[in-house]
Structure formats: structure tokens, C-alpha cells
């Protein structure tokens, strides 16, 4: 079974207490770092994410671009996140795939979940991303000690290389 996670952008920005500040004055950092958070847990989970954003926010409406393997979605003039998810279920949905969708909007998680799609609240979307930043440090932590058991011996220097290109290729 493949799982497709579709995130409400704006919603969880908002409800997110280390990205909300930033919605104000800085709203490209904190979609910046929304798609960051996205793409590890996309990495970790092997998860489809796509984040869907109202065009309404940002100039150049209604593109559709990939960012470090996630999705990233503006919707069109005159169109909400809202409906752009709900179009996304009814595309996405079918026997071989669960569509999660993570959102704190009440109205919207009962459309998506009529529809055959499984709700996630923002609050769940950012405690299962605190797992997974700790499941990837763990990780982490477990290569560094197996390079360092390895026949061919290899400095913290070049180990800490290899992990950035690891992050840049996300």
C-alpha cells in the first residue's frame, strides 16, 4: 500500500508554534522550512508528500514545482487550498493508496474524510516530524559508529562530507 500525504501549507504554518512568528514578516522562511521538515519526513517515511499553498499568499499563482522531492503546490486564482486538496483526494484516492491529509481545519478534515482520506491534525503532523528528526538522528548517530568499525578507516571530517551530500540530495 503507497501513502500520499497532502499538507495544507498555510494551516500548519499557522498552528506550528516555531513557524507562526515567522507567517507575519518572513512567510518565505517559514514555507522554506516547512518544505525542509517535509522533505526528511518524505525521506524517512517513503511517503509522497505534496504541501499545497493559496495562491493568494504569493505572487505566481497556480504553479506546481518539486523541492527536495516534495511536491509543492500553488493553487490557481480563485481557488483555496482547501478545494485543491479535495480535488487531490478524489484523483489520489483508490485501492492502492492512503491519502492522509494534515490539516487543523475542522470543515476540511470532514470533507477529506468523507471522501475516503485519512485526517491528520497539524498538532499529529508536527509530533510525528519531531519522531522522525529523532529517528534520523538516531540514525545517524548508529552510521558514525559503524564507520568508525569499518575496515576502510575514514575521519569525522569526511564523514561529516558524505551527510551533507546526503542533505543535498533530498
Given at each position: 500500500?503507497?501513502?500520499?500525504?497532502?499538507?495544507?501549507?498555510?494551516?500548519?504554518?499557522?498552528?506550528?508554534?516555531?513557524?507562526?512568528?515567522?507567517?507575519a514578516g518572513h512567510l518565505e522562511e517559514a514555507r522554506d522550512r516547512l518544505i525542509d521538515?517535509?522533505?526528511?519526513?518524505?525521506?524517512?517515511?517513503?511517503?509522497?508528500?505534496?504541501?499545497?499553498?493559496?495562491?493568494?499568499?504569493?505572487?505566481?499563482?497556480?504553479?506546481?514545482?518539486?523541492?527536495?522531492?516534495?511536491?509543492?503546490?500553488?493553487?490557481?486564482?480563485?481557488?483555496?487550498?482547501?478545494?485543491?486538496?479535495?480535488?487531490?483526494?478524489?484523483?489520489?484516492?483508490?485501492?492502492?493508496?492512503?491519502?492522509?491529509?494534515?490539516?487543523?481545519?475542522?470543515?476540511?478534515?470532514?470533507?477529506?474524510?468523507?471522501?475516503?482520506?485519512?485526517?491528520?491534525?497539524?498538532?499529529?503532523?508536527?509530533?510525528?516530524?519531531?519522531?522522525?528528526e529523532k529517528g534520523i538522528e538516531e540514525q545517524l548517530a548508529n552510521q558514525k559508529k559503524?564507520?568508525?568499525?569499518?575496515?576502510?578507516?575514514?575521519?569525522?571530517?569526511?564523514?561529516?562530507?558524505?551527510?551533507?551530500?546526503?542533505?543535498?540530495?533530498?
Open positions: 500500500m503507497k501513502d500520499i500525504l497532502l499538507v495544507d501549507g498555510y494551516n500548519v504554518i499557522g498552528d506550528w508554534p516555531e513557524l507562526k512568528p515567522l507567517r521538515v517535509m522533505a526528511e519526513y518524505q525521506a524517512y517515511k517513503g511517503w509522497r508528500v505534496i504541501i499545497v499553498f493559496d495562491a493568494h499568499m504569493v505572487p505566481g499563482i497556480g504553479k506546481n514545482y518539486q523541492l527536495k522531492r516534495v511536491e509543492v503546490v500553488y493553487t490557481k486564482e480563485h481557488e483555496t487550498a482547501d478545494e485543491r486538496i479535495e480535488k487531490l483526494v478524489g484523483e489520489l484516492k483508490n485501492v492502492e493508496t492512503r491519502v492522509h491529509v494534515a490539516t487543523s481545519d475542522y470543515a476540511e478534515q470532514s470533507m477529506t474524510f468523507g471522501s475516503g482520506a485519512l485526517r491528520k491534525s497539524a498538532r499529529e503532523l508536527r509530533h510525528e516530524a519531531k519522531l522522525v559503524a564507520i568508525h568499525k569499518t575496515t576502510l578507516p575514514i575521519t569525522e571530517e569526511m564523514a561529516e562530507i558524505f551527510d551533507k551530500w546526503r542533505k543535498r540530495d533530498l
